[in-house]
T-cell receptor
Framework: ETGVTQSPTHLIKTRGQQVTLRCSSQ?????VSWYQQALGQGPQFIFQ???????GRGNFPPRFSGLQFPNYSSELNVNALELDDSALYLC?????????????FGPGTRLLVL | SQQGEEDPQALSIQEGENATMNCSYK?????LQWYRQNSGRGLVHLIL?????REKHSGRLRVTLDTSKKSSSLLITASRAADTASYFC????????????FGKGTHLIIQP
């Protein structure tokens, strides 16, 4: 157990809808990263938040947005859902400090877009 | 886009044998990490090796890093059925915490 939790575990949406996924970081961690993992692929970096500000972004369009709260919990929002957004969404928390490169992953939210 | 490529894509061995997986990457890195994933669940961190290290051990795991060849290997000795999972290498280019770049993974099956 990493201490990172995500909700919901599964979600079904239809194309064009909006979705919010939630993540609670491991205690003491100040950084959260979000990843998208399509079936049979490795996770792809969406973005990272540090002290409530976006601090790095992968190759994802602006309809993918996020928030980090003062208690270091986080949300991933996806607008105008497309079929290709169907994937496992993983959040990972870490500590921005020397030696803090390890990211601790939650169990993921599996999103299906119909 | 994927930074690294694991090789092989799939590996099936008998319990008790050793399993070796390889990872190649494209750009300079700060560190390289290996993660395990069981059946589409969250990733579990296995081991981290920094760019100035060549070899690292953790229990039954041995990781090597060759920055001149931009490659790494993960060796699991005396495999067990519970080692059946997908294994991913992930690279980090910056200092501190930043986004990891993963390969496509090696699916390892340990046959009892």
């Amino acid at each position: 157990e990493t201490g990172v939790t995500q909700s919901p575990t599964h979600l079904i949406k239809t194309r064009g809808q909006q979705v919010t996924l939630r993540c609670s970081s491991q205690s003491g961690h100040n950084t959260v990263s979000w990843y998208q993992q399509a079936l049979g692929q490795g996770p792809q970096f969406i973005f990272q938040y540090y002290r409530e500000e976006e601090n790095g972004r992968g190759n994802f369009p602006p309809r993918f947005s996020g928030l980090q709260f003062p208690n270091y919990s986080s949300e991933l929002n996806v607008n105008a859902l497309e079929l290709d957004d169907s994937a496992l969404y993983l959040c990972a928390s870490s500590l921005r400090a020397p030696g803090g490169e390890t990211q601790y992953f939650g169990p993921g939210t599996r999103l299906l877009v119909l | 886009s994927q930074q690294g490529e694991e090789d092989p894509q799939a590996l099936s061995i008998q319990e008790g044998e050793n399993a070796t997986m390889n990872c190649s990457y494209k750009t300079s890195i700060n560190n390289l990490q290996w993660y395990r994933q069981n059946s589409g669940r969250g990733l579990v961190h296995l081991i981290l090796i920094r760019s100035n290290e060549r070899e690292k051990h953790s229990g039954r795991l041995r990781v090597t890093l060759d920055t001149s060849k931009k490659s790494s290997s993960l060796l699991i000795t005396a495999s067990r059925a519970a080692d059946t999972a997908s294994y991913f290498c992930a690279t980090s280019g910056g200092g501190g915490a930043d986004g990891l770049t993963f390969g496509k993974g090696t699916h390892l099956i340990i046959q009892p």
